[in-house]
Protein backbone atom coordinates (compact mmCIF):
# COMPACT_ATOMS: atom_id res chain seq x y z
CA UNK A 1 0.00 0.00 0.00
CA UNK A 2 1.20 3.45 -0.99
CA UNK A 3 1.90 5.64 1.91
CA UNK A 4 -1.05 8.50 2.54
CA UNK A 5 -0.15 11.92 3.74
CA UNK A 6 -2.36 12.97 6.38
CA UNK A 7 -2.11 16.51 4.98
CA UNK A 8 -3.40 17.03 1.63
CA UNK A 9 -3.06 20.80 0.93
CA UNK A 10 -5.24 21.93 -2.78
CA UNK A 11 -3.91 24.83 -4.24
CA UNK A 12 -3.52 27.53 -7.31
CA UNK A 13 0.05 28.41 -7.52
CA UNK A 14 3.40 27.46 -6.80
CA UNK A 15 4.04 30.58 -4.29
CA UNK A 16 1.39 28.69 -2.28
CA UNK A 17 2.76 25.70 -2.48
CA UNK A 18 6.24 26.76 -1.54
CA UNK A 19 4.81 28.78 1.92
CA UNK A 20 3.10 25.10 2.36
CA UNK A 21 5.89 23.13 1.70
CA UNK A 22 8.37 25.27 3.67
CA UNK A 23 5.99 24.86 6.45
CA UNK A 24 6.16 21.15 6.19
CA UNK A 25 3.53 19.77 4.04
CA UNK A 26 4.31 17.10 1.98
CA UNK A 27 1.35 16.35 -0.01
CA UNK A 28 0.37 19.38 -2.64
CA UNK A 29 -2.60 18.62 -4.91
CA UNK A 30 -2.84 21.25 -7.86
CA UNK A 31 -6.31 22.12 -9.13
CA UNK A 32 -6.69 24.45 -11.87
CA UNK A 33 -10.28 24.80 -13.39
CA UNK A 34 -11.26 26.59 -16.88
CA UNK A 35 -7.18 26.43 -17.88
CA UNK A 36 -6.03 24.72 -20.81
CA UNK A 37 -4.12 21.87 -20.83
CA UNK A 38 -0.64 23.53 -21.77
CA UNK A 39 -1.67 26.62 -18.88
CA UNK A 40 -1.92 23.49 -16.55
CA UNK A 41 1.17 21.77 -17.31
CA UNK A 42 3.20 25.01 -17.02
CA UNK A 43 1.94 25.75 -13.14
CA UNK A 44 2.39 21.79 -12.74
CA UNK A 45 5.90 21.90 -13.95
CA UNK A 46 6.61 25.08 -11.34
CA UNK A 47 4.54 23.23 -8.09
CA UNK A 48 6.25 20.01 -9.64
CA UNK A 49 9.64 21.96 -9.04
CA UNK A 50 8.41 23.44 -5.92
CA UNK A 51 7.82 19.80 -4.84
CA UNK A 52 11.04 18.59 -5.56
CA UNK A 53 13.01 20.76 -3.85
CA UNK A 54 10.84 19.97 -0.51
CA UNK A 55 10.44 16.44 -1.11
CA UNK A 56 6.94 16.60 -1.39
CA UNK A 57 4.12 14.55 -3.58
CA UNK A 58 2.43 16.53 -6.57
CA UNK A 59 -0.90 15.43 -7.33
CA UNK A 60 -2.63 16.60 -9.93
CA UNK A 61 -6.62 17.37 -10.13
CA UNK A 62 -8.92 15.77 -13.09
CA UNK A 63 -5.95 15.43 -15.82
CA UNK A 64 -4.24 12.38 -16.77
CA UNK A 65 -2.24 14.15 -19.07
CA UNK A 66 -0.96 16.79 -17.61
CA UNK A 67 -0.18 14.12 -14.37
CA UNK A 68 1.51 12.26 -16.81
CA UNK A 69 3.52 15.05 -18.72
CA UNK A 70 4.49 16.85 -15.76
CA UNK A 71 6.28 13.96 -13.97
CA UNK A 72 3.44 14.05 -11.24
CA UNK A 73 3.61 11.42 -8.13
CA UNK A 74 -0.11 11.03 -9.21
CA UNK A 75 -3.95 12.01 -10.09
CA UNK A 76 -6.71 12.54 -8.43
CA UNK A 77 -10.26 11.98 -9.77
CA UNK A 78 -13.72 13.45 -9.54
CA UNK A 79 -16.87 11.06 -10.17
CA UNK A 80 -17.04 12.88 -13.63
CA UNK A 81 -13.48 12.70 -14.48
CA UNK A 82 -11.77 9.47 -16.02
CA UNK A 83 -12.14 6.09 -14.79
CA UNK A 84 -9.48 5.11 -12.44
CA UNK A 85 -9.14 1.33 -13.90
CA UNK A 86 -7.93 3.62 -17.20
CA UNK A 87 -6.35 5.91 -15.02
CA UNK A 88 -3.82 3.01 -13.65
CA UNK A 89 -3.59 1.66 -17.55
CA UNK A 90 -2.13 4.92 -18.51
CA UNK A 91 -0.40 5.89 -15.16
CA UNK A 92 1.38 2.36 -14.27
CA UNK A 93 1.29 0.91 -10.97
CA UNK A 94 3.63 3.10 -9.37
CA UNK A 95 1.58 6.30 -9.30
CA UNK A 96 -0.91 7.27 -6.88
CA UNK A 97 -4.84 7.65 -7.61
CA UNK A 98 -7.12 8.90 -5.63
CA UNK A 99 -10.86 9.74 -5.97
CA UNK A 100 -13.51 11.59 -4.84
CA UNK A 101 -16.65 10.38 -2.45
CA UNK A 102 -19.52 11.59 -1.38
CA UNK A 103 -21.07 8.51 0.84
CA UNK A 104 -20.32 4.48 1.27
CA UNK A 105 -22.22 3.43 -1.81
CA UNK A 106 -18.74 5.61 -3.34
CA UNK A 107 -15.92 4.15 -1.05
CA UNK A 108 -17.63 0.50 -1.68
CA UNK A 109 -17.29 1.15 -5.30
CA UNK A 110 -13.70 3.03 -5.48
CA UNK A 111 -12.98 -0.23 -2.93
CA UNK A 112 -12.75 -2.82 -6.33
CA UNK A 113 -10.87 -0.10 -8.49
CA UNK A 114 -7.19 0.62 -8.28
CA UNK A 115 -7.36 3.49 -6.20
CA UNK A 116 -5.01 4.04 -2.81
CA UNK A 117 -7.15 6.79 -1.25
CA UNK A 118 -10.79 8.54 -1.34
CA UNK A 119 -11.75 12.19 -0.83
CA UNK A 120 -14.71 12.33 1.44
CA UNK A 121 -17.07 15.49 1.94
CA UNK A 122 -17.69 17.69 2.22
CA UNK A 123 -17.36 17.74 5.93
CA UNK A 124 -19.25 21.32 5.70
CA UNK A 125 -19.92 24.29 3.15
CA UNK A 126 -17.34 25.26 1.39
CA UNK A 127 -16.79 28.10 -1.36
CA UNK A 128 -13.69 26.59 -3.19
CA UNK A 129 -16.04 24.15 -4.93
CA UNK A 130 -18.96 24.29 -7.38
CA UNK A 131 -21.69 22.09 -7.71
CA UNK A 132 -21.60 21.27 -3.69
CA UNK A 133 -22.73 17.46 -3.19
CA UNK A 134 -24.85 17.13 0.67
CA UNK A 135 -23.15 17.72 3.65
CA UNK A 136 -21.42 14.74 5.39
CA UNK A 137 -20.42 16.40 8.47
CA UNK A 138 -18.77 14.03 11.87
CA UNK A 139 -21.94 11.76 12.29
CA UNK A 140 -21.79 10.98 8.16
CA UNK A 141 -18.29 9.95 8.55
CA UNK A 142 -19.17 8.27 11.77
CA UNK A 143 -21.97 5.95 9.79
CA UNK A 144 -19.39 5.45 7.07
CA UNK A 145 -16.74 4.34 8.72
CA UNK A 146 -18.55 1.88 10.91
CA UNK A 147 -20.38 0.62 8.11
CA UNK A 148 -17.31 -0.36 5.81
CA UNK A 149 -15.88 -2.11 9.05
CA UNK A 150 -18.81 -4.20 8.85
CA UNK A 151 -18.27 -4.86 5.37
CA UNK A 152 -15.90 -7.17 3.50
CA UNK A 153 -14.12 -5.25 1.14
CA UNK A 154 -10.73 -3.33 1.30
CA UNK A 155 -10.05 -0.81 3.39
CA UNK A 156 -8.36 2.69 1.31
CA UNK A 157 -7.39 5.34 3.33
CA UNK A 158 -10.48 8.34 3.68
CA UNK A 159 -9.18 11.90 3.23
CA UNK A 160 -11.95 14.51 4.85
CA UNK A 161 -12.17 17.55 2.77
CA UNK A 162 -14.82 20.41 2.78
CA UNK A 163 -14.05 24.02 4.71
CA UNK A 164 -12.07 22.01 7.24
CA UNK A 165 -10.43 24.06 10.23
CA UNK A 166 -7.69 23.09 12.67
CA UNK A 167 -10.23 22.74 15.49
CA UNK A 168 -12.15 19.99 13.70
CA UNK A 169 -9.58 18.00 13.02
CA UNK A 170 -9.77 15.70 16.28
CA UNK A 171 -13.08 14.93 16.17
CA UNK A 172 -12.79 14.34 12.18
CA UNK A 173 -9.74 11.85 13.22
CA UNK A 174 -11.51 9.91 15.71
CA UNK A 175 -14.50 8.89 13.64
CA UNK A 176 -12.10 6.39 11.90
CA UNK A 177 -11.18 9.06 8.96
CA UNK A 178 -7.18 8.61 7.63
CA UNK A 179 -6.05 12.56 7.11
CA UNK A 180 -7.69 15.98 6.03
CA UNK A 181 -7.89 17.87 2.69
CA UNK A 182 -7.77 21.60 2.71
CA UNK A 183 -7.57 24.62 0.80
CA UNK A 184 -9.23 28.19 1.88
CA UNK A 185 -7.90 27.28 5.54
CA UNK A 186 -4.31 27.49 4.63
CA UNK A 187 -4.47 29.62 1.10
CA UNK A 188 -6.67 32.47 2.98
CA UNK A 189 -4.81 32.82 5.95
CA UNK A 190 -2.58 35.68 7.19
CA UNK A 191 0.30 34.01 7.19
CA UNK A 192 -0.03 31.01 5.14
CA UNK A 193 2.85 29.19 6.41
CA UNK A 194 2.09 29.29 9.86
CA UNK A 195 -1.75 27.78 8.86
CA UNK A 196 0.01 25.14 7.58
CA UNK A 197 2.13 24.22 10.68
CA UNK A 198 -0.78 24.00 12.83
CA UNK A 199 -2.64 21.58 10.62
CA UNK A 200 0.55 19.24 10.90
CA UNK A 201 0.86 20.10 14.17
CA UNK A 202 -2.52 18.92 14.99
CA UNK A 203 -2.25 16.51 12.93
CA UNK A 204 0.98 14.79 14.22
CA UNK A 205 -0.30 15.50 17.92
CA UNK A 206 -3.74 13.63 16.78
CA UNK A 207 -1.82 11.04 14.86
CA UNK A 208 0.16 10.23 17.92
CA UNK A 209 -2.81 10.17 20.44
CA UNK A 210 -4.15 7.14 18.35
CA UNK A 211 -0.92 5.32 18.27
CA UNK A 212 0.69 5.92 21.81
Known sequence: MKKISRLHYITTTPQLAEQACAAGVDWIQLRLKNVTDAQYLSVAYEVGAVCRQYGAKLIINDNVQVAI??????????????????????LGPGKII?????????IVRLAAKPVDYAGLGPFRFTTTKEKLAPIVGLQGYSRITQSLRELSIREIPLIAIGGIRTDDVPEILSRGIHGVAVSGAISSAEDVRAAAADFISVLNEKTKDQHG
Open 69 to 90: DSGADGVHLGKTDMDPVKARQL
Open 98 to 106: GCTAHNRTD
